[in-house]
Each structure stands twice: as C-alpha cells, then as structure tokens.
C-alpha cells in the first residue's frame, strides 16, 4: 500500500487556482522530485500535503488515513514534515532551540540532536547562537535538520539548493542521502533538474498546476522531461 | 527626594505586575487586550468574594482564585481571541473591547457600583512600614509588591527560555505558520499565553485591592497605566515593561512631589515624551527598509 496518496487535489488562493486535480502516489521508501516551471503549483502542493494550505477539492491519504482536514501540526505527528520554502527558521532561538522545539511524532525517537548534528557536523560549533546569524546553507541544515526532529515517515523538500553557494548544495545533497538510506520516504521540490534526477527514483512533472508527466528517474528521457517541465506540446501529449 | 524615588520604584512594581501580561499577549499573538484592566478587576471581585465566604486572607484567597484565572484565560482565548484573531488586525482590539464592557456591566450586576478594598483583611500587611533613616520609608505591601514583581518577570524570562514550552512560545510568537509545520499546536500554545496572561492580571487585580479601592469600572484606569508601561518600556520586551512600569511609577511620585495633582499627569508625559521619540525611530527604520 502507498504511504501517501493524493487524489483530485485543487488548490486555490482565491480567484487564482495554483492546483488542479493533481494526484499521484508515492510508495513507503521512495524518493520522488516534483519538477516544473515557477508558479508551476509545486510549493502549493508541498504545502497541502503538509497542512499549510487547506485545499478547496481533492483528498489526501497518508498511511491509510484520510488527513485531508487535520491540522499541520497533527500531520507531523503522524510523520509528515516540511521543510518548507524560505526555511522559515526561528530566527530568535538558537540552532538548539529551533532543533528541539519540533515534536517529535508519537513513538518516534529515531532523530536526536546529536544525531542531526552526525549529519551536518559544521552546526556543532553554532550550536548556541541565534539562527539568524547562520549563513544561508547552515540555515538550510538547520531547516532540515529541525523537520528530521519530528522522525518523519514523509520528509518533504522545498528547494532545499535554492540561494545557495554550491558547496553548500552538496552537503545539503550528501546528508538527504543519509536520511533516504534510513528509509524516510521523501518528496522533492527541485528546480535542479540533473540534481532531481540524481537523487530521486521517480519524477513528476508539473505545468499550471497539472501533472503532465510522471515516470521512472532512470527510464525517462530528459529531452521529454525539458519539453514537459516548459510545456511544448509534444510532452503535453505524452505526459499526463 | 530620595524617598519619592524609593515609593515610585515600589508604585513602579505595581504597574509592571499590571502591565506583564498585556505585554506578554502583545508579545506573542499580537493582540492588545482592551480588557486587561478588567481582568484584573475581576480576579480582585473574585478574590473578594473568596475572602467574605470563607474569612482566608486575601493572599490564600488568591491562590485559591487563581485556577480559575487560568482556565479563563485559555478558555478565552479558545473562544473569543482565536476566532477574533483569524479575522484580521482591528478584530482582536474591537472583541476585547466588547469584552472589556460586558465585564463592568457583569461586575456592575452582581456588585453594584459600591467601593470595595482588600486593604482592611490583609492585616498588617497594609499597614505595616519601616522608618529606615532621614524621611525614607519601606512599606511592607510595597515592599512584597516589589519582590513578587521581580519573581513574576524572572520566572517568566526562565519560562520563555529555558524550557521547551517557553521556546515554542517564542518560536510560535515569530512564526506560526512555521510553528506549526515543526509539529507546535500553536492553538494551545495562544491559550497557555492568555492563561498566564490572565493570571498575572489578577495578580494586578490583588495588590490594586490591597493598595486602594475598586468597583466595576476600575479596569479602564488600570488598563491605561499598564499601557503606558508596556509603551515605555518598548513593545513585546519583557524586561522592557517591567523598567516601563518602574519608571512609570517614579514618574508619577516625583511629579507628585511637585504638586499632588501631577501625579498622573506627570507620568502621562513620560508616556508621551517616549511615544514622540519613537516616532522618529519607526520613520528612520523605514527610512532603512527602503534603501
């Protein structure tokens, strides 16, 4: 059985509607890329799986459940985490603090400060400064490492390269690995296509909030990804 | 002089106890309570009614109040302020201001608008004063007033943090949206706010009984000294509110010690003098944002 399901999913912000009736599946374990344009509807769905943005149609099953009307922070109780776009740390609160205000889900203590600090070793000396002081790929670690706190079952990803150095990137990269090896199933919003590509067993491919394409990372061919991801017509076709 | 200073420090302390949770509800969800005074007025008539069914001293009685505080304050904030806060600014300041009159008129039934004062059941603790040297006096009340004040802010500043609790408080007072995505109930992170919002209120309620008198419509006054005090000290800071208050207070003792009618006014134009010059602080910050 999938762990998370999506079915008919429409997103609006009022008039505009950023997704339309979107769904898919993905299988405990794997890891997905959600890939298209900007303003393609990728954050928005990111957003709905977690719980940040209520839908206007559509479901959401995960685990079994439908969790289409609960409240974000049950979600991550029930193992879904976002690391959401912006990062969007405490900026206030030390890398400590903004590492154990997340809750972690119920029975679930497989993720431990110190075990966030095993994956991205450089946070240990900034341990006890405030996030705001951090540079752009510590924050991102931190982001990441605060959605790994809640031991999620789903780890979904919003442009965790975006804005930064390509070191930074690399690091970001090596450490999903870790977390993918652990078993997290985990779904990607990647504007990198070779990165997506590398990392992730499955793509989908979204236009105007449509998924036009979807397949297997290693079997797609990349010219048809390139026409889906920009909407020629020869992909729209194929895709679906 | 010198004793004036001393009182105002001791007046001060009241008013940053009355002050602390208006402060800490703006803090964290961005709503100023229109009817904090009223609050506190309240837990006083609560106190009071305490006190005259069963003769404890208004200290016990407190305690004995304060359960009921905190379940009113989370269940205020679960009805009333949460659905008021979802409906945008002016919505929580328009709501506790029909909440602040539904309390006086409420209180105004039930206790017709008599004067009514703790002072007389506490004992010596409101009579009670020390003669140190030269004209400098201690007050006993001023004294328990100062100290409880300075437990109540530093309690909370340990509460804020170092504990977990305290740190989601703070991570849901930046963000919410993200508190939440880091699995924080931020609903019940607002009640527990408002519960010690409210509990401290009547804390303010307590000592305004002891000090002085009250009747229904007391809240308003109160509200605007513990204002001044959360404005003095700077918006959302904690410690902030608690100097405001205790310059608030010496304020108003040493424009007393001009002329007794000064006493409030003096302290208003503190208020205002710190308001103006924060005016050209807002203006340079966006003067800032623009380049």
Redesign the interface.
């Known amino acids: 059985m999938s762990l998370l399901q999506v079915e008919a999913l429409d997103c609006r912000y009022g008039l505009l509607q950023a997704v339309r009736g979107v769904s898919f599946e993905v299988d405990e374990g794997e890891t997905v890329a959600l890939i298209g344009a900007n303003g393609a509807g990728k954050t928005t769905l990111l957003r709905a799986i ?3 943005h209520q839908p206007h149609a559509g479901r959401v099953t995960f685990a079994g459940a439908d969790i289409t009307r609960l ?3 049950t979600r ?2 029930r193992g879904i ?2 690391v ?1 776009e912006g990062r ?6 030390t890398v400590e ?2 590492l ?6 119920r029975g679930g203590t497989r993720w431990s400060v110190q075990k966030v600090l095993d994956v991205f070793p450089f946070l240990k000396e900034r341990l006890h400064m405030p996030a705001a002081t951090l540079s752009g790929g510590e924050q991102q670690a931190v982001a990441i490492g ?2 790994l ?2 031991s999620p079952r789903l780890l979904l990803l919003d442009e965790a390269s975006l804005g930064l150095a390509p070191v930074a990137v690399d690091a970001v990269y090596r450490s999903l690995a870790d977390v993918i090896r652990e078993g997290t199933t985990v779904l990607l919003v990647e504007q990198d296509l070779t990165r997506a590509l590398e990392v992730a067993g499955r793509v989908i491919c979204m236009l105007e909030g449509r998924v036009v394409l979807e397949g297997d990372a290693g079997t797609l061919d990349r010219e048809r990804i390139v026409s889906a991801y920009f909407g020629l017509r020869r992909a729209a076709a194929g895709g679906g | 002089m010198a004793n004036a200073i001393l009182q105002g420090i001791f007046l001060g302390a009241f008013y940053a106890v009355l002050a602390c949770g208006l402060s800490l509800m703006f803090g964290v969800m961005r709503i100023i309570n229109l009817a904090h005074g009223d609050i506190a007025v309240l837990g006083a008539y609560i106190v009071l009614v305490i006190v005259q069914g069963t003769g404890m001293s208004p200290l016990v009685g407190f305690v004995v109040a304060l359960p009921v505080m905190i379940a009113l304050g989370y269940v205020l904030q679960l009805t009333v302020l949460e659905r008021a806060l979802k409906s945008g600014l002016l919505t929580p300041l328009l709501a506790t201001f029909g909440l602040s009159i539904v309390i006086q008129n409420l209180l105004l039934l039930k206790f017709s608008p008599d004067v009514h004062s703790l002072g007389a059941s506490a004992g010596a603790l409101t009579t009670e004063s020390w003669n140190v040297f030269g004209g400098v006096t201690i007050p006993a009340l001023g004294l328990v007033v100062l100290a409880v004040a300075v437990v109540v802010y530093g309690a909370l500043q340990l509460y804020l943090s170092r504990t ?1 609790s305290g ?2 408080m ?2 849901t007072a ?2 919410p ?10 609903r019940h992170v607002y009640a527990r706010a408002t519960a010690i919002a409210v509990a401290i209120a009547a804390l303010g309620g307590l000592f305004l009984a002891l000090r002085s008198v009250f009747d229904p419509v007391s809240g308003p006054t109160q509200l605007i000294f513990a204002f001044e005090a959360v404005v003095i000290g700077g918006m959302g800071s904690l410690w902030g509110t608690l100097l405001g208050g205790l310059a608030l207070g010496v304020a108003q003792t040493l424009g007393a010690q001009l002329n007794p009618e000064y006493a409030a006014l003096s302290g208003h134009v503190l208020f205002l003098v710190v308001l103006v010059l924060r005016f050209g602080g807002i203006r340079y910050a966006r003067g800032g944002a623009r380049a």
């Open positions: 977690a719980g940040a409240p974000a922070h991550v109780r985490a976002l959401p969007r740390l405490f900026a206030g609160l603090e903004n154990r205000v997340a809750t972690s889900s605060r959605a706190m809640t | 977990r740190w989601r703070r991570a930046e963000d949206d993200a508190a939440e995505l880091a699995g924080i109930d931020s």
